[in-house]
């Protein structure tokens, strides 16, 4: 199996085309890439990059390794300094929001996250990064949730 996208930016329900390059995440089994995320990421930062890691290998047979120091060749989770640096920032991005963005050989998936003991202005709490990670599995692995439970994941 091979996942194969290309680079593109995806904000809400528009896509704009960034590059026409190909990214080879996973090919024959294998990837070069890293999940990374800050270690004194929220947990909801935590679970997307272990629903990630779990989904990618039950799709491909490569298990790619969480790491919380960034480097080429990564999928990097939330707002951080590696986004930042990249040139994305969360910062106006709604609750619950997410943006999935690749550039040059990395792929990032940002989203608005409330710390663990932080609550939206609602009340309530965000999630956004694990939703680009669903969003992501979704859309590029073939990844569909079609009822809760461990017989719902196809």
Known sequence: M???????LLAGAFAA???????DLIQ???????????AAAPQSVAQAASE???YLQRVSGAKLAIVSRPRPGMICLADN???????????????????????DSNIFLIGR?????????GGG????????????????????????G???DY
């Open 2 to 8: 091979k996942i194969h996208l290309f680079a593109f």
């Open 17 to 23: 085309a960034v590059s026409a390059q190909p990214i």
């Open 28 to 38: 024959d089994g294998a990837s070069r890439y890293v999940i990374y995320h800050e």
């Open 52 to 54: 990630l890691q779990d």
């Open 81 to 103: 300094a590696a986004s930042r640096q990249a040139g994305f920032s969360a910062a106006t991005i709604p609750w619950e929001g997410f943006r999935i963005v690749t550039k």
């Open 113 to 121: 996250d409330t710390a663990d003991d932080q609550r939206t202005p």
């Open 125 to 148: 709490s965000s999630a956004g990064t694990f939703n680009a990670a669903c969003e992501f599995l979704e859309r590029f692995a073939g990844v569909r949730w079609l009822m809760p």
């Open 150 to 152: 461990e017989h719902g």
